[in-house]
């Protein structure tokens, strides 16, 4: 299995561009997870979906973030417009709702906004 | 509510010394319990886990009891390599309830001097 795809690793863009994350979880798997780690506030769950329905956006910053899954095989999450303080690394993950819930992670997506 | 506590880092040991992390969680029913472990520029990976009272969770050497009279679930090896630098995150998660998203403690840094 080649794991949770995250694309692009780093992404560089200025203040006010829109910045879109693209995520493909592990086949077979019911959940998709998004989140942000910083060095000053960890590891922040921003939104999770159960069979591409969203269940939880309560961490997700502003309205400025948004999250689609439009199918089992594909997830984004935009910026728009990006600012600053959004830089961190945005990490994808997946699990199985069967099992019980241990999460596999992508490798993330480096933001820099500038 | 459900929470992770864990031990802040960084801890710095030299190599083949004995680690342990201590982590202690606050869950309403039956959680099961889970160290994750990221590695510089790279995503979560599940460590090892527990899922009731009693169990030992192991893994690369790694080994942690989930101690339910006192809410622990204290992470330890027994001789440590410069190969397990990185970030331990401890969580929970408590299956079949309506938030099917893992806990995760802050993270506790690990440097290993050679």
């Known amino acids: 299995d080649a794991g949770v795809i995250q694309s692009p690793r780093h992404e560089v863009t200025e203040m006010g561009q829109e910045v879109t994350l693209r995520c493909k979880p592990i086949?077979?798997?019911?959940?998709l997870f998004w989140y942000r780690q910083t060095m000053m506030r960890g590891l922040e769950l921003l939104i999770y979906?159960?069979?591409?329905?969203?269940?939880?956006d309560s961490g997700m910053p502003e309205d400025r973030f948004s999250a689609k899954m439009p199918n089992a095989s594909f997830s984004t999450l935009k910026i728009q417009p990006s600012e600053p303080r959004d830089s961190a690394v945005y990490f994808c993950a997946s699990s199985f709702a069967q099992g019980k819930y241990e999460q596999y992670f992508g490798p993330g997506t480096r933001l820099t906004v500038t | 509510g459900n929470s992770v506590t864990q031990m802040e880092g960084p801890v710095t040991l030299s190599e083949e010394a004995f680690l342990t992390i201590n982590c202690t969680y606050t869950a309403t029913g039956y959680p099961s319990l889970f160290w994750y472990v990221q590695y510089p520029g790279e995503g979560l990976q599940l460590l090892l886990k527990?899922?009731?009272?009693?169990d030992k969770g192991s893994n690369k050497g790694f080994e942690a009891t989930y101690r339910k009279e006192t809410t622990s679930f204290h992470l330890e090896k027994g001789s440590v390599q410069v190969s397990d630098s990185a970030v331990y995150f401890c969580?929970?998660?408590?299956?079949?309830?309506?938030?099917?998203?893992?806990?995760f403690g802050s993270g506790t840094r690990l440097s290993i001097r050679p």
């Open positions: 527990a899922t009731k009272a009693d």
């Open positions: 086949s077979g798997h019911d959940y």
């Open positions: 979906f159960n069979n591409n329905v969203p269940i939880d």
């Open positions: 969580a929970l998660t408590v299956p079949y309830s309506s938030a099917s998203k893992i806990i």
